[in-house]
């Protein structure tokens, strides 16, 4: 297992992966089939 050292570190990269998830969603809701 890795060690995590930068807790902080590791916790903005999950917030701003979610956010890029959450981003593709909504376009694909509002962008239709386009791609």
């Known amino acids: 297992?890795?060690?995590?050292?930068?807790?902080?570190?590791?916790?903005?990269?999950?917030i701003i992966n979610l956010i890029?998830?959450?981003i593709e969603f909504i376009k694909g809701l509002f962008g239709g089939n386009n791609k």
């Open 1 to 14: 297992m890795l060690q995590l050292r930068n807790t902080k570190e590791v916790k903005t990269m999950f």
């Open 20 to 22: 890029k998830k959450a």
